[in-house]
C-alpha cells in the first residue's frame, strides 16, 4: 500500500506498514502487532508528538548512555522492524553494544533479526549464542550474554515486557525503557522511563547523547538530577490535559 | 497458552489469544492484531469494564435494533474471532440479519468467517456475493448485499472503519458502532456509538433487547430519547476522571 505523505497519520501509517511487513519476513510475533496498536492508542493520546517530559527523560536517558562503562541496547522483533538504523546509530554514538533479546524466542527469529541489524551497519550484535541467565525469570525468556545485558550496568530496553524490566532493575542496572504507556509495569518500574514513540525516541536519545558528548560532567549531573516520580507525574497531567482539549475541540465541531 | 484465572487480566488475555487464533485460521488480518491493542490500550483505561454511558448507549441500541424494519448486523474478522456466538445470539433475539463485510476483503476469507458463524449457529449469513455497493467507498470496500447492509434501516457494526462508517451514515441509516476509542471518526460519525468492549457490548445489548421486546412502545421512547452528545461527554468526563485516579494510586504506591 502506497501512503500519500499528505496524510494526517503519516508518519503512524508508514510505521504500522513497517511493522506488517516485518511480521511477514518473520521478525515481528502477532503479539507484537496488538503491543503496536496500544502505543498507537496512547499515542493518539499524546497527539503523535513528543511532549516536553519525554524529552527531558530522553535526555536523561542519553547521559546515562553516555556515562555507563557498559551501555547495551536490547533489540526485540518490533524495535528491529521499526528501527533498526536509528539503533544501530544510537549504538554507536554512546558506544554500547546491541543485543537481541525476545519474548518470544526462537533461534530462526534471532537470526533474522541479527540479519536485518547487520545490514542497518550493526557490528558484532549479541544473542543468537546466549550463556547466561537473569535471574527471576521462567526458561527462555531469561536467556542472555554475559557480554552484554548480564554485566550491562545501564541497558535500553525499548518495547519491553514488564517482567523483564523488573528483573534487571532487581539486578542492580539502571533500566531505561521506551514505552508509550505511562501506566504500564515497564514505565512503572524503569529507571527512566521515556514515554514516547520509538522511531521518536530513539533519535532524540541519540541528538542528545550528540550533544552531551563533549561535556561529560553536564552528563553526569543530568543523570544524576533526573526525577523520575516528577517526570512521570508530568506526563500523567499531560495526558489529562490532552484528553480535555480533545474533549473541548470534539464540541466546538458540534 | 494456558492462561489461569486467576490472573488480573484473564478476560483480556483470553481476548487475545482468541485472535491470534483467528489469526492462525486465517480470518484476522495483521491490521486486526493492531487494531485490537489499540481497544486494549483504550480498555485498560476504562478499567477493563463497561463503564455507565455505555450501557445507556447499550440500551439505545438494542432499542434501536428491536424497533428497525430491517436491521443488519455487520461481521469482520476481529468480530468473528472473539464473538461469534454472541452475535448469533443477538441477531436472533432481534430478528437481524448477519452479513460478513470486510475492510481487507478476499473471497476466501469471507467463506471463512461464513464457516465460523455457520458452525456458531448463524443461518443464511449475508456476504459471498454481494450485489450492491455502498455510494462514495471505493472498489472492494463498497461491496455489500441488496437484501442486507444496503437496505437496512438500523446497522450495527462492530469495530468498524471510519469511512464506511460515515458513509453508512450518510445513506441516511441508524448506525451502531462498538468502538472502545471515543475520539475515532467510527465513534464521532455513528449515530449511537457504544465504547465498550465487543464481547461485553454485545451479550449487554442482547440482555437490553431481551427486556425491551415485550414493550415496543418504551423501546420507541428509548431509541428516540437517545442523546448521542451528552452521551459521549459523559464517556469522555468517565476516562479523563479514570485517569486522574490511575495517577493518585501511582503516587499512593509510591
Known amino acids: 500500500m502506497k501512503i500519500p505523505k499528505s496524510h494526517p497519520r503519516y508518519a503512524s501509517l508508514v510505521r504500522r506498514e513497517k511493522l506488517v511487513q516485518g511480521w511477514r519476513d518473520g521478525i515481528v510475533v502477532p503479539e507484537g502487532l496488538i503491543a503496536q496498536g496500544r502505543g498507537e492508542a496512547f499515542d493518539y493520546l499524546l497527539g503523535e508528538e513528543t511532549p516536553a517530559p519525554a524529552l527531558v527523560a530522553e535526555k536523561a536517558a542519553a547521559a546515562h548512555l553516555l556515562t555507563a562503562d557498559r ?77 552484554g545485558i548480564y554485566s550491562a550496568d545501564v541497558v535500553l530496553v525499548p518495547l519491553e515486557d514488564g517482567d523483564r524490566t523488573e528483573a534487571l532493575v532487581r539486578m542492580g542496572k539502571t533500566v531505561i525503557s521506551v514505552d508509550l504507556n505511562p501506566l504500564s509495569r515497564t514505565s512503572q518500574r524503569a529507571s527512566v522511563p521515556v514515554v514516547d514513540e520509538l522511531t521518536r525516541a530513539i533519535p532524540n536519545i541519540e541528538k542528545f547523547a550528540r550533544e552531551l558528548r563533549a561535556d561529560r560532567q553536564e552528563a553526569r549531573r543530568i543523570a544524576r538530577t533526573f526525577h523520575r516520580g516528577g517526570n512521570q507525574r508530568a506526563t500523567l497531567d499531560y495526558l489529562a490535559w490532552r484528553l480535555k482539549g480533545l474533549e473541548a475541540r470534539r464540541k466546538r465541531r458540534g
Chains 1, 2 share one sequence.
Open 71 to 147: 551501555p547495551v541496547i536490547s533489540v526485540n522483533g518490533n524495535v528491529a522492524a521499526l528501527a533498526s538504523k536509528e539503533v544501530v546509530r544510537l549504538a554507536r554514538t554512546v558506544s554500547a553494544r546491541i543485543e537481541v533479546n525476545l519474548f518470544h524466542r526462537t533461534e530462526a527469529r534471532v537470526a533474522r533479526i541479527v540479519k536485518k541489524l547487520r545490514a542497518a551497519g550493526a557490528r558484532d550484535v549479541l544473542g543468537p549464542r546466549p550463556d547466561a541467565r537473569i535471574p527471576g525469570l521462567e526458561s527462555r525468556r531469561a536467556l542472555c550474554h554475559r557480554d
